[in-house]
């Protein structure tokens, strides 16, 4: 069962030493899947922060749930209970095999794993859970990624150019996955450069000098 | 988990290990060098002090004894000294000494009071009565006894003109210090000294050529300052113990500004290593951080990690320390022959327990506070 989630953003304003976000405005709840588009350095991985509540913002009001976003604040109870992160390096902590990257969360949250099994069938990654991170192919530790992003149930997953390191099979793997984890109820937002890609989501915004315009 | 967690502190605790055991070494080896440099002079009682003198001196130490008397918390004895010929054809020393003692005279070198204690029928002290003798362990199975089973020994006295006198005394105890004489009695140079009561025999019978002054005093100052007034000899402790107070004292100063001066520097060491250690982690933080640990539970971690590495490191310091003071020792006893205790005093083992409870403390708590300062997206980007 996954949960509400409804997440607004409106007229977010983020500079770094030149304006990078100027009046964001962007709506998700559950069953939305959004990607944003853009070039390299246009702001999308700022954007992806912003919405995942690791990076704050300069200007503007986002409402998470009946949360108001304020900066500065720590939010990690609110990410752990409601973000799952999917990132195109993976992120996966090289020391650890990768059953304990999966459970990793589980160490910050009392929060019970919904089906732990299921993901890990659902992935395909029975046989890697004793392995470590480092001897995985890209494909793989990209699943493994996405079963750590899955065991706390999200309603939202972020995912930051997942395919970017993945050849065309794992690509296809990985755009299914987040595609039945969409009909299941969770919000997808997924940052690509790739217009392929991008299509795959029900609506696609593109990233340009800090302007964010829905593109179909 | 811990042997990975271990692989990252490696250099930290390769610094903390050797941080520690300098620390403890340091401390564990003066305190052991002063024990046992010190340990004999402060086996000595400091309020028994010794005046050996030749026959000509019995007016100043009647001076002497005089104050003396005067003081309640003091008391003394003389003891005198002659030569006598024993009936086995042996030259030995007679002390006479009253019949109630302490049981501390000097030693064979006659070089300090109360060090070399002879046991006397396994007690200190003894009484003497006026026809009894205390003679050597040697001198007391060399005689034979009478019918009755009794002992005696005569010993025949010389006076200053030359007339000769012979005593008997029954053995009372005998008294066994191995310092005194060899034991084959035949090629022995010493016999061990005869001890007999002081109302044994007249001085003018015996030529009295020695008088000792023991006293036992409270008031040490005030005695040994009447003894050097008097132009008598001075056989005390007191004053090299008081200069030992005063070099352990200083000892103990300059083990707070080595300790001082080494906080500091294996501080800067260790900043520099938990550093190290934090660098390395950082990726790691910024992941735990993005998929929901809060900032506290990142500090309890590193905080339970830098104890942890901290305090195994403190045990296995002393550990080794201890390890190579026991070497240490071995070698002094067989190499050098010397009897050696390896020891560490209270005050230098709060000082170990205050220095790496507080080196562990802070660089613990200031490690666990940088690492909540990660930036979460600056080092989730960085590692690809």
Known sequence: MVK???????????SYDKPVLKDICLSVTNYSYVTIVGKSGSGKSTLMNILGLIEGFDGGIYRFNDTVIKKGKDYSKLRYENIGFIFQSYNLIPTLTCRENIMLPLVYSSKQSGSLDEIIESLDIADLLDKKVTVLSGGEKQRVAIARALLLNPSLIIADEPTGNLDPVNTKIVLDLLEKENKKGRAVIMITHDDTIAREARKVYRLENGVLHENY | MIEKTFNNYLLLSVTAFLSFAMMFGYLIYTDSESYNKYKDLFAVNPNVIFSYNDAQSKNELRAVTKQLDKLSDTHYY??????????????????????????????????????????INGKHEVSIGVNEALVSEQVYNSIKPDKDGKKQLKLIFTNDEGKRVLRKYDVAAAYSDLNEYHDDLETSYSIGAVYLNIGSVDEGECGIINLALFIYTEQKDFVIQQLRKSDVACMEVYTTQNQAVLDIKNGIMNKYIIAAVLFILLGINLYSSFTNALNDRKFEIGVKRAIGAKKSSIMLQFVIEGFTVMLANTLLSVWAVLNLMNVYKFVKEIVFNEKYIVTINTESLILFVVFTFFLTLIFSLLFAYKSTKVEIVKYLKEEL
């Not at chain 2, 003389?78 to 109630?100: D, L």
């Open chain 1, 4 to 14: 509400d989630i409804n997440i607004e953003l409106s007229g977010i304003k983020k």
């Open chain 2, 78 to 119: 003389y003891m005198k000294q002659c030569v006598a010929q024993t009936s086995f054809g042996k030259e030995c020393e007679v002390r006479f000494i009253p019949s109630y003692v302490w049981g501390l005279y000097m030693t064979s070198d006659n070089s300090e009071v109360g060090t070399s204690r002879a046991m």
